[in-house]
């Protein structure tokens, strides 16, 4: 491929997997890895050890990923050796959520089992789900099991709860997620969060638009229980949060930006995943898909265009500074462009990823024996604290996914499953489907 020099996104990820190989450690339960396994190395967001989006559930995402597109098994192996210490170690966390809790420990056990035919960890996958008593009775007032309807609190359960349904063939689950969305579809605005304690950093009047955070995601989540149920309530209350996305975000010409925060943040557009055009656009993805009204789809396109615009990877603007994670950064691009392309079969959104990925693999700190890294500013208002991680939504695990996909990509008559989180509304085979039927022809 003429973007590359040196490296493929596949020869990429294989030497981030040797970085976070360095950082595991083993004990009796199996396989957890350090945050950064650098002499003194710091994290961006040390958290809970076994979560998915800083810790050793989402490395076992990227082991999966990289034996499914590599056909190593040593990867498979290390994978399995931390999703044992998954399965063994899950009544011990008392977070629900899915980014940084239970469901994402679920989630990933779940796939595990799927990809590998582990019989244990799948039936510790349906341990940790079972049993999901309905909201109202398991956490008393206001039918929560978190705070907030959004990604971060009970959407992201909700949306595992429909996955686990499937993937471990319990239909009770379903049952369960429709029974929460039913409250979170009461709201007047899905996924409005405020600032204070909901959102740390922000003013306590403040609003988040946003996906994992905000109205975009909680919007995202209806859109996906319309696509399952055909409620109508769950459509309309999608539209309420979409029209709200609308109607405080930017439009100019072709392009369509929306405020990180309001009213604050009015004019602070992150064009990434998290709280930025990335993320949105997955919710008026899935919004076209589960109701076709080609409205959505320009919406979709015009957050896209407004990226492709911005001037990144060229430039560092405000809505995306030094960072390179899935979470807030050029990784999360990757992904988005990644799934457009699948979903669409523009050759203009794959371009685009393969020039996101050519400049990350270019910022990667090599060495030849311990592998690649990347360090970044995770915090946009702490840009002197500049740290590197292995961990999935933060670090290199998920860089080396978005490769991963990119990679997937390409494949044409040769398509690979990717592991898609509950969120992403692109297809897991990400070739487009035209491209598809020509190779079968």
Do not use: K
């Not at 794959?350 to 990347?374: K, M």
């Not at 692109?426 to 598809?436: G, Y």
Request: glycine share 12%.
């Amino acid at each position: 491929m003429s973007a590359w020099s040196r490296e493929t996104p596949v020869t990429a990820a294989v030497t981030a997997a040797r970085w976070v190989r360095s950082a595991a450690i083993d004990d009796d339960l199996g396989r957890r890895w350090r945050a950064n396994p650098d002499p003194g190395g710091r994290s961006a967001a040390a958290g809970d050890p076994s979560s998915l989006y800083a810790g050793a559930a989402g490395i076992v995402l990227f082991f999966l990923e990289l034996a499914a597109a590599t056909g190593h098994e040593a990867y498979l192996e290390d994978a399995l050796a931390g999703a044992r210490r998954l399965a063994a170690t899950w009544p011990d966390q008392r977070d629900p959520t899915f980014y940084h809790g239970l469901a994402g420990l679920v989630f990933v056990m779940a796939e595990t089992g799927w990809a590998t035919g582990d019989e244990e960890i799948s039936a510790a996958a349906r341990a940790a789900a079972h049993p999901p008593a309905p909201p109202r009775r398991r956490v008393g007032a206001g039918g929560r099991w978190a705070r907030g309807p959004a990604q971060r609190g009970d959407g992201g359960i909700v949306l595992t709860l429909l996955h686990a349904a499937g993937i471990l063939g319990v239909p009770a689950y379903e049952e369960v997620a429709i029974e929460a969305g039913e409250r979170i579809a009461g709201l007047a605005v899905p996924g409005h969060r405020f600032g204070g304690d909901a959102v740390p950093g922000l003013p306590v009047d403040a609003v988040t638009p946003g996906f994992l955070s905000g109205t975009a995601g909680t919007a995202f989540l209806l859109a996906r229980l319309y696509g399952v149920t055909r409620d109508e309530r769950f459509l309309a209350a999608a539209r309420r949060g979409a029209d709200f996305v609308r109607t405080v975000s930017v439009v100019t010409d072709r392009c369509a930006f929306v405020p990180h925060h309001i009213p604050q943040g009015r004019r602070l557009h992150y064009l990434g995943f998290c709280s930025g055009s990335a993320g949105v656009a997955r919710m008026f993805h899935e919004l076209h898909r589960v109701a076709g009204d080609p409205g959505d789809l320009d919406w979709v396109e015009r957050l896209a265009h407004g990226i492709m615009q911005s001037g990144v990877p060229g430039t560092r603007p405000p809505g995306l500074w030094d960072v390179a994670c899935l979470c807030c950064g050029t990784a999360g691009l990757i992904e988005c462009f990644v799934g457009l392309y699948a979903a669409t079969g523009r050759e203009a959104y794959l371009g685009f990823a393969r020039t996101l990925a050519a400049d990350l693999i270019g910022r990667a700190t090599r060495d030849d024996e311990t592998g690649f890294r990347w360090y970044q500013a995770y915090r946009r208002l702490r840009p002197e604290e500049v740290t590197a991680d292995t961990g999935y939504m933060v670090g290199a695990a998920g860089i080396g996914t978005a490769l991963l996909h990119l990679a997937a990509a390409e494949l044409g008559g040769a398509p690979r499953r990717s592991i898609l989180l509950p969120d992403n509304p692109f297809p897991a085979i990400p070739v487009p489907a035209a491209v598809l039927r020509e190779e079968q022809a």
